[in-house]
Nanobody, 126 residues
């Protein structure tokens, strides 16, 4: 059974940076399609960034140019570098995985992913 564990969340001021990590175990990480999602209180879960096993990426418009998704298949770890953070980025951040190839326009849809971590909280204050 594949397990995902996020870390790296915390509190930061506007304009600051954080790097989230997602450690995978129990499966063949390099074959997974991976993504980061976030969910703020009272809002739906939102897709943030996606990365293919070969490094192809896709970002939500709201984070493009500020966030960078990457993966280290040797370490079974997914990353999300978040720069120029603002209060609208405050949310619980989740990593997710799937073995299924997904159409490009659905890559940031939560229902395309079957495996989820427990989340890590990011709070951005002004």
């Amino acid at each position: 059974q594949v397990q995902l564990v996020e870390s790296g969340g915390g509190s930061v001021q506007v304009g600051g940076s954080l790097r989230l990590s997602c450690a995978a175990s129990g499966g063949t990480f390099r074959t997974f399609y991976m993504a980061w999602f976030r969910q703020a209180p009272g809002k739906e879960r939102e897709g943030v960034a996606y990365i293919d096993y070969d490094g192809t990426t896709k970002y939500a418009e709201s984070v493009k140019g500020r966030f960078t998704i990457s993966r280290d298949n040797a370490k079974n770890t997914l990353y999300l570098q978040m720069d120029s953070l603002n209060p609208e980025d405050t949310a619980m951040y989740y990593c997710a995985a799937t073995n299924n190839r997904t159409p490009w326009y659905l890559l940031l849809q939560a229902d395309q992913y079957a495996i989820w971590g427990q989340g890590t909280q990011v709070t951005v204050s002004s």
